[in-house]
């Protein structure tokens, strides 16, 4: 490295204005800027209200709700990923719930920052971020850039295949950082801030050829977040 090129890294640090995607030892990792939190109206919303769909919309062959537990079912192969999606759309924002992988091993997920796009084959799949749970714990940018550059290791330290796990998501300016089982497992900023867009939530029944069952209870969300760290952090 030059001198140059060390003076002008040094700029960039002491002026705070990018920061590192992905994983802090990938050489490949974009320098990505720091959008700063967004401001807005802080509201704490049960996102479901344990008896119904009250204020999503799916697939109702695929989606059920059963003991205070969505469900997300399939016994027929799933051809493109279906997605349960909130009415409101939403930007910043932090999203608890539990989750749990009921059956089959194809990784589930919760998206947001994109939107509706049933030009790819299904009237509720979506286009935007996903950060995936179990199998395939890490992010996932859905008809975008594909595999985000998210190090899935701490989560699978964490995470449980087939029983309830915490799941938190703290989603502000362009940075995202997730909790699993009180764990911080995620802390990335995305390089490509145009991407993100006001979206709905949505739940992930992933496509696939064997029956599966998905289940999501306890989805809380705040928006605009007063606090600007993980809560659910041992």
Not at 190 to 204: S, W
């Amino acid at each position: 490295m030059t001198r140059l090129s060390r003076l002008s890294a040094a700029a960039v640090a002491a002026l705070g204005l990018f920061a590192t995607s992905g994983r802090a030892d990938d050489p490949k990792a974009k320098l990505a800027p720091v959008v700063p939190p967004r401001q807005g109206t802080s509201e704490t919303i049960e996102l479901f209200n344990g008896k119904d769909l009250k204020g999503w919309v799916g697939h109702e062959k695929n989606w059920s709700v059963k003991d205070g537990v969505i469900v997300a079912k399939s016994t027929d192969p799933v051809k493109v990923s279906t997605y349960l999606q909130t009415e409101r759309n939403y930007t910043d924002f932090r999203l608890t719930s539990k989750v749990k992988l009921a059956e089959s091993e194809m990784h589930s997920g919760i998206a947001f920052w994109g939107r509706t796009a049933p030009e790819h084959g299904d009237k509720y799949t979506y286009a935007g971020h996903l950060v995936m749970f179990p199998s395939g714990w890490g992010m996932y940018d859905l008809f975008g850039r594909n595999g985000l550059p998210v190090d899935g290791a701490p989560a699978k330290k964490v995470g449980k295949q087939h029983d309830w796990n915490d799941l938190e998501i703290l989603a502000q300016g362009n940075r995202v950082r997730v909790a699993v089982n009180g764990t911080e497992v995620v802390d990335w900023r995305d390089p490509e801030p145009d991407r993100i867009k006001a979206g709905p939530i949505a739940l992930q029944l992933h496509s696939n050829s064997v029956p599966q069952e998905i289940q999501f209870k306890d989805l809380k969300l705040e928006t605009f977040p007063k606090e600007d760290k993980l809560i659910t952090v041992k």
